[in-house]
């Protein structure tokens, strides 16, 4: 029985003819196109899931993980796409802020506590964690730079602005670059799993179809997103929420629902090493590649070039999110009360935002 049956979400499924439906005969209803592609969107995570654990049967957990977190993250780069078209240049600021919130703490929360509910204690490779950890706090600080001189330009020097983000975009990129060197060709050791998972063989698909379900399900995943991005606007106004709260809590959490699922599937099954890489490696494939990306094509296809100015509101979001990842993954040990801890921060934080006014 495949994972989707198990969980029961293939009745979700259902919702992708009809967001398309929605998209034609009720384009006046733009909340109902919205929550319709929503709901699309979770069945597609979910064959993400399944694929990405079957493709780390064979690669390890730090490849599974890493390969989860680039067709994961699809939706989100289509979402950012999508909405830069559109001129929404603060809601792709908050989507990528409530992303990195998504994954660090709710993800990581629910992988926690869902998996601390089975096992009384989970252990996880510390090394790995760490570096990773550091790698997402390391492009939070060079964040800071863009926002701190944002503060300080004026019009006639707005030209300086513009290439400060084009050369820390390309720090960013080289720095990611060099961090898929280092965690597959030099250093592979630091991430590997301490742990050796057995699966019984017939239960472990071939590879060619395991890489085709991914791909097709992250292309799904992405064409929702896309119809989905499209009703914000409309939806924003009919369900009575603020494009803030949509921006880094809606979109975020649909658009990472491959990566949240995953991170969760990973935990209840014990595998805190995997469950970390897709959580934690979200994350920096956000920060290093995502946001850098958006700035080099906003300069070709978007009406205002995008720029990594962050509010300092989403700065110390950000930094109070990697300063509380850094604490969690000291200990190389995981329970179920860390996961209550993830959880409520996250929490109070959706209650902020919900309650912040925005347009």
Request: net charge negative; hydrophobic share 60%.
């Amino acid at each position: 029985m495949t994972l989707l049956k198990r969980i029961g979400l293939n009745a979700l499924l259902v919702f992708i003819p009809a967001t398309l439906l929605l998209e034609h005969l009720a384009a006046d209803r733009p909340a109902l196109v919205f929550v319709a592609a929503a709901l699309g969107i979770v069945p597609l995570a979910g064959l993400i899931v399944q694929s990405t654990e079957q493709i780390a049967h064979r690669t390890g957990d730090a490849i599974g993980g890493l390969l989860n977190a680039t067709f994961g993250n699809a939706p989100e780069l289509i979402i950012a796409f999508v909405a830069l078209r559109a001129g929404l240049v603060d809601m792709v600021r908050a989507s990528l802020v409530g992303a990195i919130l998504a994954n660090m703490l709710l993800g990581l929360g629910l992988a926690f506590l869902l998996g601390g509910l089975r096992f009384h204690d989970q252990e996880f490779n510390l090394r790995g964690a760490q570096m990773q950890v550091s790698l997402v706090f390391m492009a939070v600080i060079s964040l800071m730079v863009p926002g701190g001189f944002h503060v300080l330009v004026s019009e006639e020097t707005l030209h300086l602005e513009r290439y400060l983000n084009v050369g820390v975009a390309m720090v960013l990129l080289l720095s990611y670059v060099l961090s898929l060197l280092f965690m597959i060709r030099t250093h592979p050791e630091v991430f590997a799993s301490e742990k050796h998972h057995s699966e019984e063989a017939e239960h472990i698909w071939p590879v060619g179809k395991a890489v085709g379900l991914l791909v097709v399900a992250s292309l799904g995943a992405a064409w929702m997103s896309e119809i989905l991005v499209g009703a914000v606007e409309g939806a924003s106004h009919d369900l009575g929420m603020s494009k803030t709260f949509i921006g880094l809590v809606v979109l975020a959490v649909v658009g990472g629902a491959a990566e949240l699922g995953s991170a969760v599937a990973m935990g209840r099954k014990d595998r805190m090493d995997l469950a970390i890489g897709i959580a934690v490696g979200s994350s920096i494939q956000i920060t290093l590649f995502v946001g850098p990306v958006l700035v080099l094509a906003s300069l070709v296809m978007a009406p205002v070039p995008f720029v990594l100015a962050f509010t300092r509101g989403e700065l110390l979001l950000l930094f109070m999110t990697v300063l509380i990842g850094t604490v969690v993954a000291s200990g190389g040990r995981s329970n179920w009360f860390k996961g209550v801890q993830l959880l409520t921060i996250y929490l109070i934080f959706a209650i902020l935002f919900f309650l912040l006014p925005g347009g």
